[in-house]
């Protein structure tokens, strides 16, 4: 009788933590920020022209000098018009991939009191008649000694999504070549997006959010969740076999 309540003992604990693994973090993909943006073309999540105008993709590029795009609300930073300094997307503003920037407009955010910025964008389910099921940023400017660090979360607050790099160069001067996206996709819904320099202000253009499922870079589970209900897999075997030896 001990061994029988400690096999299904050894058999719920791994289904547990199977369990845990996949509803915390088997769905949730992310881009890893290593591929150059200079367009729509570049996103992950641009599916053409047909997914904008049904609605399943929205994309915010600040041209008209404003955060308004339907269903989503940002704070932490302001909208600058083009400039010397300004950091947009490449194609924005002249519709010319030359390197450039400064003739669109960009999301540029200062930092606090602590030398810290940050900007959330929040996503209004009410609006879109549900919360998008991917959404991201591209990275245009900041300095190259910040560590920049991206997070989604569903509606309840947790995290589904995280990805922390550096990223720029020493220019100012709306320069592209270090323009990068940032991005989580989650069937769930993403209901809040945050992007943060560890150091000095940074400037963010391209946000885009829409529905669908996208296939890219797994978020792997965590080690010790893995590892976990490997072990107890393995202790749930001996068991048995040691059962069939008793007979």
Known sequence: ?????????????????????????????????????????????????????????????????????????????????????????????????????????????????????????????????????????????????AVVTFKAYDASGHIVGRITTRLGDSSSSGTTAEDRFLGASYSRGIARIVVTASLGDFEIDHLQYGFAAFAMSAVPAPPSLALGAVGLLGAGLARRRMMRALG
């Open 1 to 145: 009788m001990m061994i029988n309540r400690l096999k299904y003992s050894i058999a719920a604990g791994c289904l547990t933590a199977l369990s845990a693994t996949s509803s915390a973090w088997a769905d949730t993909t992310y881009f890893n920020a290593n591929q150059t943006y200079r367009g729509l073309s570049d996103s992950p999540f641009w599916t053409g022209s047909a997914a904008m105008s049904a609605g399943n993709f929205r994309v915010e590029n600040f041209e008209d000098g404003l955060l308004n795009s339907l269903g989503v609300t940002g704070r932490g930073g302001k909208v600058q018009g083009p400039s010397a300094s300004t950091d947009s997307v490449d194609s924005d503003g002249n519709h010319v991939l030359d390197g450039q920037g400064s003739s669109g407009s960009s999301y540029l955010v200062q930092p606090n009191a602590n030398g810290k910025s940050k900007a959330v964008f929040t996503f209004d389910s009410h609006a879109l008649g549900h919360l998008p099921t991917f959404a991201g940023l591209v990275w245009t400017d900041g300095r190259p000694d």
